[in-house]
């Protein structure tokens, strides 16, 4: 079907309260297929194939949205995987096809890349609760919680608890984890490619500082309350793009910036062959 045979029916259909920026994205949904189809195949096959993963899987969750959380720890990584991992996928195939030089290390980096996407998604999942909670959600996993005698559909009630401090912490850990594994990922692309480095070093530092807020103050009530200071951001990014090309100087600074976080042992290593742990 043509484009614009989609989008203006689509357009009819979508709720009020939708975001004007995603308005004109499907009003130019025209000429981003125009673009798309000036990339090579295999840029367009990594596009569809993300976008085919996301439609279907978060589709699924849609329909599956409830304050009562998720099931278990598993169905909260598919749900990373099918929100951000399979970015982190795609993106990794456009940077090889762009450089053979990033090529060479393939395999190791789509073993990395679910990972990468998890740590950012879940750092969102914990800074938004209670937005979420708002808006009739809740992305968290039952069983970290049931463990520690909490029943997710009464959290509000238990925010003040020392149980529910001890849960948001075990994901801060899980999280942080994968944000470890999001740098070695980062250090695998040619110090020579400082734009690329940048765009993925910047996304991990805000995530550790949004996990270093979420672990200082695990109690909060509000988004706003652990959200990263400009004064923060900015010295964070101008040391990230001081360093951009230097791995001991980043891994270093990640040391840093990650010591006193919780640690956790639960992150699943993926296969080198590039199979996402979600589709194995």
């Not at 085919?52 to 699924?60: F, K, L, Q, R, V």
């Not at 849609?62 to 009562?68: G, L, M, P, Q």
């Not at 984890?177 to 940048?198: K, N």
Request: hydrophobic residues 40%; neutral net charge.
């Amino acid at each position: 079907a043509e484009p614009q045979a989609f989008a203006e029916p689509f357009l009819r259909q979508i709720s009020p309260r939708t975001p004007a920026a995603e308005k004109e994205l499907i009003e130019h949904t025209g000429d981003v297929v125009a673009l798309t189809r000036r990339f090579s195949a295999a840029e367009q096959e990594a596009i569809q194939r993300c976008l085919a993963i996301m439609c279907t899987g978060m589709s699924d969750f849609a329909r599956r949205r409830s304050r009562r959380g998720l099931p278990a720890s598993a169905d909260l990584d598919r749900y990373c995987y099918v929100v951000a991992g399979c970015v982190g996928e795609m993106l990794t195939e456009l940077f090889c096809a762009y450089s053979p030089e990033i090529a060479v290390h393939r395999p190791r980096m789509m073993a990395l890349a679910s990972s990468f996407g998890q740590g950012l998604q879940m750092t969102n999942i914990l800074k938004d609760i209670w937005d979420d909670w708002e808006h009739g959600a809740c992305w968290l996993p039952r069983d970290v919680f049931a463990l520690r005698g909490i029943d997710i559909s009464d959290l509000a009630s238990e925010r003040e608890t020392p149980a529910f401090a001890q849960s948001i912490d075990a994901l801060v850990g899980v999280a942080r984890g994968h944000l470890v594994r999001a740098l070695e990922y980062t250090q695998l692309l040619p110090a020579s490619e400082t734009g690329i480095r940048r765009f993925c070093l910047w996304a991990i530092g805000l995530a550790v500082l949004t996990l270093r807020n979420i672990h200082r103050q695990p109690n909060f009530a509000s988004g706003q309350e652990v959200k990263v200071s400009r004064r923060s951001l900015r010295a964070t990014i101008a040391t990230l793009n001081a360093l951009a090309g230097h791995d001991r100087g980043l891994s270093l600074v990640f040391a840093i910036a990650t010591r006193g976080l919780p640690q956790s042992s639960t992150v699943p290593e993926t296969d080198d062959d590039g199979m996402s742990r979600a589709e194995s």
